[in-house]
């Protein structure tokens, strides 16, 4: 089984600002400790949704809706455990000189695609797709598992997509 943190980036410019920075420096922070990870877990690889379209009122929806719509999906190996840092990093944090995002890990870019569909299984399993729909909550990250073929065929799917909208 691969273990999998799920989390969404909003569209806000601040928020985009720092999903950039955190492609850029291969870095990626949270607010707490992800649901479902326990002190001394790992997790493999680490799934930003991004951008939610189509729906009414935004990514905060019921499951019905949320597989009408799309993300943007960026798919990252993991490359170390997750950590408390005590130092500001991103843009936002800097800029205000607050502490947001302590726990961090390091990660690599793998794939990224623009609008994915969020149906379940067309590409994105549903373990996928709504543990991106329930990060959308504020600090509701969490970390699931997956069967290795199952998330083979999504990593092969998002790399072939990111091919296509160059």
Not at 17 to 38: A, I, K, M, S, Y
Request: aromatic share 10%.
């Amino acid at each position: 089984m691969t273990r999998i943190l799920t989390t969404y980036s909003g569209i806000a410019p601040a928020v985009q600002e720092n999903l950039r920075f955190g492609v850029q420096h291969g870095r990626w922070g949270l607010r707490r400790e992800p649901q479902g990870w326990t002190k001394g877990m790992s997790f493999d690889w680490h799934v930003i949704g991004a951008c939610a379209s189509g729906l009414r009122r935004g990514p905060r929806c019921q499951p019905e809706e949320w597989v009408t719509s799309a993300v943007d999906v960026y798919l990252f190996r993991v490359l170390s455990p997750l950590r408390w840092e005590s130092s500001c990093f991103w843009p936002d944090e800097t800029a205000e000189s607050e502490l947001k995002y302590p726990y961090r890990f390091d990660t690599e870019l793998i794939a990224h695609a623009i609008q994915v569909p969020t149906a379940y299984g067309d590409p994105m399993p549903k373990e996928i797709s709504d543990g991106i729909r329930r990060a959308s909550n504020p600090k509701a990250e969490s970390v699931v598992s997956l069967g290795d073929a199952k998330w083979s065929e999504l990593v092969a799917a998002i790399k072939k997509r990111g091919r296509q909208s160059v």
